[in-house]
């Protein structure tokens, strides 16, 4: 298909934290006198936006801030535990040595993007680092409009890859092709309603990618 550039999801695409998900909202759960939920149970109905997923949950709609606030904390406290996906670092390297452009794009904060990437050593492999900051009150949509132009890319040669129904909803909104990556925070069976390729191993990125075209950018 000659792409010539790469925008990786961050969370659940390349760092493993589905299970730290789960953990955490058993906990919140738990401490509201509502039973844990299981990694089966979050796949089903974890989505965007968060709120209408926090009342899936069986939350209040009126106590998303205090809940979001208190599974943010829980969160970062603990987000270090968790691990590249399998796969990720071989990839991300064989792909810069074939001449694919990477950034990623993400919901995550901003600050708190920046410091994990640098912690796991991967800013190396990414033109831009495109997280959230809270007073451009922007979504992950808008925010990919931005760095695309920012960096200059052709979108018909641009492949999103992701891990939820909301990165195939970013890419349509940004004219980009799309790859789900089926990791655990939602089930297989709600991204393959998507209708784009599904990668069942982080690695299989590679057959989807003309990397003779990358290298001719």
């Not at 939920?37 to 899936?56: A, K, N, S, T």
């Not at 205090?66 to 670092?89: D, K, M, P, V, W």
């Not at 925070?185 to 299989?204: A, F, I, K, T």
Request: hydrophobic fraction near 40%; glycine fraction near 10%; charge should be negative.
């Amino acid at each position: 298909m000659g792409y010539c550039w790469l925008i990786w999801d961050w969370n659940g695409t390349l760092l493993d934290d589905a299970w730290l998900s789960v953990e955490v909202m058993s906990q919140l759960r738990l401490s509201r006198g509502l039973a844990p939920i299981d990694g089966q149970q979050y796949q089903e109905l974890f989505g965007f936006p968060l709120q209408d997923y926090c009342v899936r949950l069986g939350f209040a709609s009126g106590d998303f801030k205090t809940l979001s606030a208190e599974f943010s904390q829980r969160y970062e406290a603990r987000r270090l535990e968790c691990q590249l996906q399998s796969g990720a670092l071989p990839l991300l390297e064989s792909l810069r040595q074939a001449g694919m452009g990477q950034a990623v794009l993400s919901a995550y904060q901003q600050s708190l993007l920046t410091q994990i990437v640098v912690h796991y050593g991967l800013q190396p492999y990414f033109a831009a680092v495109a997280g959230l900051d809270n007073p451009y009150a922007e979504g992950k949509a808008a925010r990919g409009r931005r760095l695309l132009e920012e960096l200059g890319w052709d979108r018909s040669q641009v492949l999103l890859v992701g891990d939820t129904d909301h990165d195939h909803e970013v890419a349509q909104a940004l004219g980009v092709d799309c790859a789900l990556f089926p990791s655990g925070h939602q089930h297989p069976r709600r991204l393959r309603e998507c209708g784009v390729p599904l990668v069942q191993r982080l690695e299989e990125v590679r057959d989807l990618l003309d990397l003779e075209s990358g290298r001719r950018r």
